[in-house]
C-alpha cells in the first residue's frame, strides 16, 4: 500500500487560512487607524523590495543547534531549516518527500524508504542512507542521551542495505511512522561530521543538508543563516535569513512596522490591527493543529465528578472569550479533536455557553462551593493568564469557588512530571501527527504525561485505534470516545487558536500550522519589482 | 603602608567571607526551587529518562556531595556547564558581559558627566529657579521606580515620539533609554551630593576669604571646591556604579537587554544552576571590589579612617 | 536602584556621610520642614484611609470583568453609562478601581516588611553594637554579604522556592531591608555605649537587656522611625518591582506593579492601564522618601553626617 496515500485521505481540509483583503480593510476601517503607524512606506512601494536578506524576529531565543537536544518551538523553527527530514510536512498540512523520495509498506511492520540521491552536506560530504540509520538510531543511544530518545519507541530496527535504501521494521503496525519521521527526532544529521567533531562541536557549529547554512550566534540578540547553493529543493529566494530575538511584543510589533524585520513570530490577536492599519504590513495566519484546554486533575475532588466537569464546560463563554480576548482570531472547538485532523467530526457543534444548565449540573451534581484551582502560567500559551481570569470570572458567576494562581514555566514542567496539578491547568495539546492517536491518546492515555482519569471503555477504543491500519474502525472509536470524552471531560477544551504572523507586503510565505517555520523555495518567496 | 595593611586585612578577609556566604546561598536557594530536567525533555518522556539526565547532569547526587563539587570548582574558576545551552557556564556569561559592561559604563559616564555640573551648578545657584528644576528633577530621579522610569521613557520617547528603539541592542539609538533609566538614579544621587558637598565647601572661611580678595568666583569654585569636594563625589560616584550593575537586571528585562541580569533572570527560569551561580558570583566580586577600592582610596586620602 | 538594599539618602554615618542635606537647620527652616512632614505623614494616612475604605471608594468592583468592554479609553460614560474615569483594562476591569484597591497591597506589604525588617535589624543592629567582638564581626559580615548580593536575583529565588504569596513577598522584601537599620542603629549603639552613664550601670549590675530597653532604645527610637520611613517608600518600590517582574501578589487582586505588568503589552495601544498605577506609584515613593528626609532633618541632625 503506498504510504502518503493514507495521510493524504485523511488530512484533505486546508489548514491554512490567509486574512483576506476584505478583512484587511475591515480592520483597519474599523479603527481608523491606517497610516497612524510610524514609518508606514506608500502602498505601491511597499509591496515589493530589493532585499536579499530576510529578517525574522521571534519571542524567544535559540538555546541549541543540535536537533536532537530540543524540543522548543524557538529551536524547531531553525532545525527544521538547517536540517532535512526523510519525510516533510509542509504548510498544507500534508507529507511529501524530504530526504526519501518515496515509502512503502511491506506487510505490517516493513517500512523501505527509498533515498534521496546526489544530496551533500553543508560542509561538502555525500549524504547516504547509513546517515539517516546512524541519525534515527542516534536518538535512543543512551551513550548520547538525547532529547527525543522516545520518540521512535515503534521502530524495532533499521537497515541500510544500500546508499540509496532505508528499510525501517516497527514492532507492531505503526501507521504513522512516516508522520513521526516528519517531527522533531526525525531531522537527520551527519554520522561523519558528528563522530569526528563530537557532540559539543556540533552543537556549535551544525552541519545539516538544509536549504540554510549556520554562519553566527549571538545570544539573545541574532542568528544568522545564509543560503546553501546546492540545496536539493533549489536555492532559496533569499541570501541570508537572521532571526532576531525581541521577547517582548511592543517592541517585535515597532520594529515591523519600522521596517526594520520582514516577518514577526507570536502576533497577539490584540495587536493585529496596528499590522493591518499599516500599510505595508500584512497578518498571516494558521489554524493552530491543537486545541488550548484546562486540563483537569480528574482524581482532586470534586473534580472526579462528571456533573462538575460539565458544569465548568457550560459556564464558559467560548465565543466572548474568542470574539473579545481573541478579537475573532480562533474558533469554538467541539471535543477533544482538533479542526484539521484526522476523524474531525465536523458534523458535531460547537461546545455549548448555558450558564443556567451549569447552575443545575453544579445543584445536581452535590457541590458545595469547594475550591477550585486554575493553574497558570503567564505566556506558556498565547493568552493564557487573561483567559484563566476570564473564567475564573465566568465560574463565579455560576457560584463556582474559583481560584487563580501564577506559575513558572519550570514549576509547570515539574507538576506535570509529577503529576500534582491542584485542579485545572492550561495545555496546548497538539498533534504531531495530524492524528488524535497522537493527541488525546498519546497525552491521556494510562501511563500518559495527562493521566488523571480512567475509563475502561476508553480505554479499550484507544488502545484500539491505535494499532489498527483500518480508517473505518479508527473512526468510529473515536466518536465514541469524543462521546466519553464530552461526559467526563479530562480536558475543558476553550479554544482552537489562529497562530499569526506579522509580515511585510513583499514577503509570500504561508505559515505551518505545527510551528515549522518552512523558508524553503516552494514556501518562500520576496516580491521584487 | 603598614597602617594601610591593617586597615584592609580584616576588609579583606570579610569581603571573602561575604563572597563565600552568597555563592552558598545561591547554592541553596536554586537547588531549592526545583528542577531543571523537566523543562528539558518533551513533556511525554518517561520517568526512566528524567532519571537518566539527571544523572547525566550529576544532579542525583546528594546536596553535599553536589556543593562540594561546586565549590572545588568555583575554586578553580570552573562554574561547570549550562544546562540550557550546553556549553560552559562561563563562556555564557561572557557572552553578555559585554553588553551589560556597555550599559553600565554608558549610563555611569552619563550620570557622572551631568550629575557633576548640574550639583556645582546648583549650588553656585542656590535657591534659583534652575537649582529647584535640578533638584526637583534629581528628587524624581531618586525616588521613581526605575522600571516604571524605563516604561515612561518606553512610552513617551519610544513609541509616543518615535525618537528611540524600544528594546534590543544596536548603535547608539538602542542605548540611549536603557542607559538613562539605569542611570537615573546614580544621576541624581551625584547631582544631589555634588551639590551639597560644594555648598559645604562654599560656606567654609578660605572661600570667603578668596572671595574678600576679589578672585573671581568662577575660579573659586572650581579651584577650592572641586579639590575638596572630590573625596565625597568620589565615593558617591563609585559607590553609585556597584549599584548600577545590580540595577541593570531590572533595566534589561524592561529593555530586553542581552546582558548578565536578563541572563541570570532567564536562568533562575530555566532552573539553569551553574549559570546563575556564575553570573551572581560575578557580580558580587565586583560589588565587594568596587566596596574596597572606595574603602582603599578612604584609607589612603583620609588617615582618620584607618582608625 | 531598587534591587539593592541601600539607597544612597540612607548611609550610615560613619561610613558614608550623605551630604545631600544641610549642615544646620535654623528655627523657620526647622519649622517649615516640620510642616511639610506633617504634610507627608498625612498623605500616608490617606492613603492608608484610601487602603481602608476602598470598598466604598471605588466605583466599580475591581475584580468584576466586562469581556466586552475591554481596553475603554478613560471617559465619562462607557457603554454601560457608568463613568471608567481612568478606563479599563484588558479584562474590562475598572482600572480606577484597582489602582484604590492596588493601594492596599503595596501599604500591607510595605508596612508589614517594614515591621518584620526592622524589628530584625534592630535587634541585629544593637546585639552588633552593644556585644562588639565576635558578634560584631558576624554580624557586619552578613550585613556585606547581603549587600553584595544582587537583590533582585535573591528575591527571584526565594519566591521561586515559597512561591509568590503575602507572606512570602513581606519575608523577601523584609529581608532586603534588614541591613540599612542594622548598620544605622549599631554605630548609634557604639556612640552611646562609649558614654559613661552605659558602664556605669553595667558596673552596677544593670542587665544588658535592661539597659538596652532602659538607656540604648529610648535614645535609638528617633532614627528607627526615620529609617523606617525611609525604608517603607523602598519597601514599596520593591513590591510593585517584584509584582511588574510577575512574582507578586496572585490574581485578580489588584497590585500597582502588576498593573504595570499587565499594561506593558498594551502600552501602544491602551496606556492607561500601566501609566495611572505607575504615577500613583511614583508619586507614593516619593512623597514618602522625601518625608523621611524631612524627619531625618528634625529628629535625627547625626543621621545626617558630620
Given at each position: 500500500m503506498p504510504l502518503t496515500r493514507f495521510t493524504l485521505e485523511a488530512l484533505t481540509e486546508a489548514m491554512m487560512i490567509q486574512v483576506t483583503r476584505r478583512e484587511l480593510l475591515k480592520g483597519a476601517a474599523a479603527l481608523g487607524a491606517a497610516a497612524t503607524a510610524p514609518g508606514a512606506l506608500t502602498p505601491a512601494r511597499a509591496q515589493t523590495t530589493q532585499k536579499r536578506e530576510l529578517v525574522v524576529a521571534q519571542g524567544g531565543d535559540i538555546s541549541k543547534f543540535d536537533p536532537h537536544f530540543s524540543t522548543s518551538s524557538n529551536d524547531i523553527r531553525v532545525s527544521f531549516n538547517l536540517f532535512d527530514n526523510l519525510v516533510s510536512r509542509h504548510p498544507d498540512g500534508k507529507l511529501h518527500p524530504?530526504?526519501?523520495?518515496?515509502?512503502?509498506?511491506?506487510?505490517?511492520?516493513?517500512?523501505?524508504?527509498?533515498?534521496?540521491?546526489?544530496?551533500?552536506?553543508?560542509?561538502?560530504?555525500?549524504?547516504?542512507?547509513?546517515?539517516?540509520?546512524?541519525?534515527?538510531?542516534?536518538?535512543?543511544?543512551?551513550?548520547?542521551?538525547?532529547?527525543?530518545?522516545?520518540?521512535?519507541?515503534?521502530?524495532?530496527r533499521i537497515e541500510a542495505p544500500d546508499p540509496a535504501t532505508l528499510v525501517v521494521h516497527t514492532k507492531k503496525p505503526d501507521p504513522l511512522l512516516p508522520a513521526r519521521l516528519a517531527f522533531y527526532g526525525g531531522q537527520i544529521v551527519p554520522q561523519k561530521y558528528v563522530e569526528k567533531a563530537g557532540n559539543d562541536e556540533f552543537n556549535a557549529k551544525p552541519i545539516g543538508t538544509g536549504p540554510v547554512r549556520f554562519v553566527s550566534w549571538t545570544k539573545d540578540d541574532r542568528l544568522v543563516l545564509e543560503a546553501n547553493p546546492d540545496y536539493w529543493g533549489g536555492r532559496i529566494d533569499v541570501d541570508r535569513i537572521v532571526l532576531r530575538s525581541i521577547p517582548e511584543t511592543a517592541p517585535r510589533i515597532a520594529s515591523l512596522l519600522k521596517g526594520e524585520v520582514d516577518v514577526i513570530t507570536q502576533l497577539p490577536p490584540d495587536q493585529e490591527e496596528r499590522v493591518m492599519g499599516n500599510a505595508s504590513t500584512k497578518v498571516?495566519?494558521?489554524?493552530?493543529?491543537?486545541?488550548?484546554?484546562?486540563?483537569?486533575?480528574?482524581?482532586?475532588?470534586?473534580?472526579?465528578?462528571?456533573?462538575?466537569?460539565?458544569?465548568?464546560?457550560?459556564?464558559?463563554?467560548?465565543?466572548?472569550?474568542?470574539?473579545?480576548?481573541?478579537?475573532?482570531?480562533?474558533?469554538?472547538?467541539?471535543?477533544?479533536?482538533?479542526?484539521?485532523?484526522?476523524?474531525?467530526?465536523?458534523?458535531?457543534?460547537?461546545?455549548?455557553?448555558?450558564?443556567?444548565?451549569?447552575?443545575?449540573?453544579?445543584?445536581?451534581?452535590?457541590y458545595r462551593g469547594e475550591e477550585i484551582v486554575i493553574e497558570t502560567t503567564v505566556g506558556y500559551t498565547a493568552n493564557d493568564k487573561p483567559m484563566s481570569e476570564a473564567i475564573q470570572g465566568m465560574w463565579r458567576d455560576v457560584g463556582i469557588n474559583a481560584k487563580v494562581e501564577v506559575l513558572e514555566y519550570s514549576v509547570r514542567a515539574q507538576k506535570n512530571r509529577d503529576k500534582s496539578f491542584k485542579g485545572l491547568w492550561w495545555s496546548d495539546p497538539t498533534s504531531t501527527l495530524g492524528d488524535p492517536d497522537g493527541m488525546m491518546w498519546r497525552l491521556l492515555s494510562p501511563g500518559g504525561p495527562q493521566d488523571y482519569w480512567r475509563h475502561p471503555r476508553f480505554d479499550e477504543l484507544g488502545e484500539a485505534a491505535r494499532f489498527s491500519v483500518d480508517e473505518k474502525f479508527r473512526a468510529e472509536a473515536y466518536r465514541e470516545m469524543t462521546k466519553i470524552f464530552?461526559?467526563?471531560?479530562?480536558?475543558?477544551?476553550?479554544?482552537?487558536?489562529?497562530?499569526?504572523?506579522?509580515?511585510?507586503?513583499?514577503?509570500?510565505?504561508?505559515?505551518?500550522?505545527?510551528?515549522?517555520?518552512?523558508?524553503r523555495r516552494f514556501n518562500l518567496k520576496l516580491r521584487r519589482a | 603602608?603598614?597602617?594601610?595593611?591593617?586597615?584592609?586585612?580584616?576588609?579583606?578577609?570579610?569581603?571573602?567571607?561575604?563572597?563565600?556566604?552568597?555563592?552558598?546561598?545561591?547554592?541553596?536557594?536554586?537547588?531549592?526551587?526545583?528542577?531543571?530536567?523537566?523543562?528539558?525533555?518533551?513533556?511525554?518522556?518517561?520517568?526512566?529518562?528524567?532519571?537518566?539526565?539527571?544523572?547525566?547532569?550529576?544532579?542525583?547526587?546528594?546536596?553535599?556531595?553536589?556543593?562540594?563539587?561546586?565549590?572545588?570548582?568555583?575554586?578553580?574558576?570552573?562554574?561547570?556547564?549550562?544546562?540550557?545551552?550546553?556549553?560552559?557556564?562561563?563562556?555564557?556569561?561572557?557572552?553578555?558581559?559585554?553588553?551589560?559592561?556597555?550599559?553600565?559604563?554608558?549610563?555611569?559616564?552619563?550620570?557622572?558627566?551631568?550629575?557633576?555640573?548640574?550639583?556645582?551648578?546648583?549650588?553656585?545657584?542656590?535657591?534659583?529657579?534652575?537649582?529647584?528644576?535640578?533638584?526637583?528633577?534629581?528628587?524624581?530621579?531618586?525616588?521613581?521606580?526605575?522600571?516604571?522610569?524605563g516604561i515612561l521613557g518606553i512610552l513617551l520617547l519610544a513609541l509616543k515620539a518615535d525618537l528611540f528603539p524600544t528594546g534590543g541592542r544596536?548603535?547608539?539609538?538602542?542605548?540611549?533609554?536603557?542607559?538613562?533609566?539605569?542611570g537615573a538614579f546614580a544621576m541624581a544621587s551625584i547631582a544631589r551630593v555634588t551639590r551639597s558637598a560644594v555648598l559645604e565647601v562654599l560656606r567654609a572661611d578660605y572661600i570667603r576669604t578668596a572671595r574678600a580678595k576679589g578672585v573671581a568666583e568662577w575660579l573659586v569654585v572650581v579651584k577650592h571646591t572641586l579639590k575638596n569636594a572630590a573625596l565625597p563625589i568620589v565615593t558617591i560616584t563609585g559607590l553609585q556604579f556597584g549599584t548600577l550593575l545590580g540595577g541593570a537586571v531590572v533595566t534589561e528585562t524592561v529593555f530586553a537587554w542581552p546582558g548578565i541580569g536578563r541572563l541570570a533572570i532567564q536562568s533562575i527560569y530555566n532552573r539553569d544552576y551553574p549559570v546563575v551561580q556564575c553570573a551572581v558570583f560575578l557580580s558580587a566580586i565586583v560589588f565587594i571590589m568596587i566596596n574596597f577600592a572606595i574603602d582603599l582610596l578612604y584609607g589612603v586620602l583620609d588617615p582618620r579612617a584607618r582608625r | 536602584m531598587t534591587e539593592r538594599a541601600p539607597s544612597t539618602s540612607l548611609r550610615p554615618p560613619t561610613e558614608f556621610p550623605d551630604l545631600a542635606a544641610p549642615a544646620t537647620i535654623s528655627g523657620a527652616r526647622a519649622r517649615r520642614t516640620a510642616r511639610l512632614a506633617t504634610a507627608g505623614f498625612a498623605f500616608v494616612l490617606v492613603l492608608g484611609a484610601v487602603a481602608v475604605a476602598a470598598p466604598w471608594l471605588a466605583p466599580h468592583d475591581p475584580t468584576r470583568q466586562a469581556l466586552r468592554g475591554r481596553l475603554t479609553a478613560p471617559t465619562l460614560e462607557a457603554a454601560d453609562g457608568r463613568a471608567r474615569l481612568l478606563g479599563t483594562d484588558h479584562l474590562g476591569r475598572d482600572v480606577l478601581s484597582r489602582v484604590i484597591y492596588g493601594a492596599r497591597v503595596s501599604l500591607v506589604v510595605g508596612v508589614?516588611?517594614?515591621?518584620?525588617?526592622?524589628?530584625?535589624?534592630?535587634?541585629?543592629?544593637?546585639?552588633?553594637?552593644?556585644?562588639?567582638?565576635?558578634?560584631?564581626?558576624?554580624?557586619?559580615?552578613?550585613?556585606?554579604?547581603?549587600?553584595?548580593?544582587?537583590?533582585?536575583?535573591?528575591?527571584?529565588?526565594?519566591?521561586?522556592?515559597?512561591?509568590?504569596?503575602?507572606?512570602?513577598?513581606?519575608?523577601v522584601i523584609a529581608l532586603s531591608g534588614w541591613v540599612n537599620y542594622a548598620r544605622i542603629l549599631r554605630s548609634q549603639v557604639l556612640v552611646l555605649r562609649s558614654r559613661e552613664f552605659v558602664d556605669a550601670i553595667h558596673a552596677l549590675g544593670g542587665s544588658a537587656l535592661r539597659v538596652i530597653a532602659r538607656h540604648i532604645l529610648p535614645n535609638v527610637l528617633s532614627s528607627l522611625v526615620v529609617v523606617a520611613t525611609l525604608e517603607l517608600a523602598r519597601a514599596i518600590v520593591l513590591e510593585?518591582?517584584?509584582?511588574?517582574?510577575?512574582?507578586?501578589?496572585?490574581?485578580?487582586?489588584?497590585?500597582?506593579?502588576?498593573?504595570?505588568?499587565?499594561?506593558?503589552?498594551?502600552?501602544?495601544?491602551?496606556?492607561?492601564?500601566?501609566?495611572?498605577?505607575?504615577?500613583?506609584?511614583?508619586?507614593?515613593?516619593?512623597?514618602?522618601?522625601?518625608?523621611?528626609?524631612?524627619?531625618?532633618?528634625?529628629?535625627?541632625?547625626?543621621?545626617?553626617?558630620?
Open positions: 524530504g530526504l526519501a523520495t518515496e515509502w512503502k509498506l511491506h506487510g505490517q511492520t516493513q517500512w523501505t524508504f527509498k533515498v534521496r540521491p546526489g544530496v551533500k552536506w553543508h560542509n561538502g560530504d555525500p549524504f547516504t542512507a547509513a546517515d539517516a540509520k546512524w541519525s534515527l538510531e542516534r536518538t535512543w543511544d543512551p551513550k548520547v542521551g538525547t532529547r527525543v530518545s522516545t520518540v521512535f519507541t515503534t521502530i524495532d498571516e495566519g494558521a489554524l493552530y493543529a491543537g486545541l488550548y484546554v484546562l486540563a483537569v486533575n480528574g482524581k482532586r475532588p470534586p473534580l472526579d465528578n462528571p456533573l462538575v466537569k460539565q458544569a465548568l464546560s457550560l459556564a464558559i463563554d467560548r465565543q466572548a472569550i474568542v470574539k473579545e480576548l481573541w478579537r475573532g482570531r480562533g474558533i469554538v472547538p467541539n471535543g477533544p479533536i482538533a479542526k484539521g485532523d484526522n476523524h474531525f467530526d465536523a458534523k458535531l457543534g460547537p461546545l455549548v455557553y448555558n450558564p443556567g444548565e451549569a447552575r443545575e449540573r453544579l445543584r445536581k451534581g452535590g464530552l461526559e467526563h471531560f479530562p480536558w475543558v477544551p476553550v479554544i482552537q487558536p489562529y497562530e499569526d504572523y506579522g509580515l511585510q507586503k513583499y514577503v509570500e510565505w504561508t505559515p505551518n500550522p505545527n510551528q515549522q517555520f518552512e523558508v | 603602608m603598614r597602617g594601610v595593611f591593617r586597615f584592609l586585612a580584616p576588609r579583606l578577609l570579610r569581603a571573602l567571607i561575604a563572597v563565600w556566604l552568597v555563592s552558598t546561598v545561591v547554592f541553596v536557594v536554586m537547588r531549592l526551587s526545583g528542577d531543571p530536567v523537566p523543562l528539558l525533555l518533551p513533556p511525554d518522556a518517561p520517568r526512566s529518562e528524567i532519571f537518566r539526565v539527571r544523572r547525566e547532569l550529576g544532579l542525583d547526587r546528594p546536596l553535599p556531595a553536589q556543593y562540594g563539587v561546586f565549590l572545588a570548582n568555583a575554586l578553580r574558576g570552573d562554574f561547570g556547564r549550562s544546562i540550557h545551552f550546553r556549553e560552559p557556564a562561563f563562556a555564557v556569561v561572557r557572552g553578555y558581559l559585554g553588553a551589560t559592561v556597555e550599559l553600565g559604563l554608558t549610563a555611569f559616564l552619563l550620570a557622572a558627566i551631568v550629575a557633576v555640573p548640574v550639583g556645582l551648578l546648583s549650588a553656585v545657584k542656590r535657591n534659583s529657579p534652575i537649582d529647584h528644576v535640578a533638584m526637583g528633577m534629581a528628587l524624581v530621579g531618586q525616588s521613581a521606580p526605575t522600571f516604571f522610569l544596536g548603535d547608539w539609538t538602542h542605548l540611549a533609554l536603557p542607559a538613562l533609566t539605569l | 508589614a516588611a517594614v515591621v518584620v525588617g526592622g524589628a530584625l535589624g534592630a535587634a541585629l543592629g544593637i546585639a552588633a553594637g552593644f556585644r562588639g567582638g565576635f558578634t560584631d564581626s558576624v554580624i557586619m559580615t552578613l550585613a556585606d554579604a547581603q549587600l553584595a548580593f544582587p537583590f533582585i536575583l535573591l528575591a527571584i529565588g526565594i519566591i521561586a522556592v515559597l512561591g509568590p504569596s503575602f507572606p512570602t513577598l513581606i519575608v510593585a518591582t517584584l509584582s511588574f517582574l510577575g512574582l507578586g501578589i496572585q490574581p485578580p487582586t489588584p497590585s500597582w506593579g502588576g498593573m504595570i505588568h499587565e499594561g506593558r503589552e498594551y502600552l501602544d495601544s491602551a496606556w492607561w492601564i500601566s501609566t495611572f498605577p505607575g504615577l500613583v506609584l511614583m508619586l507614593t515613593s516619593i512623597v514618602v522618601s522625601r518625608t523621611g528626609d524631612w524627619l531625618r532633618d528634625l529628629l535625627d541632625p547625626t543621621l545626617r553626617g558630620e
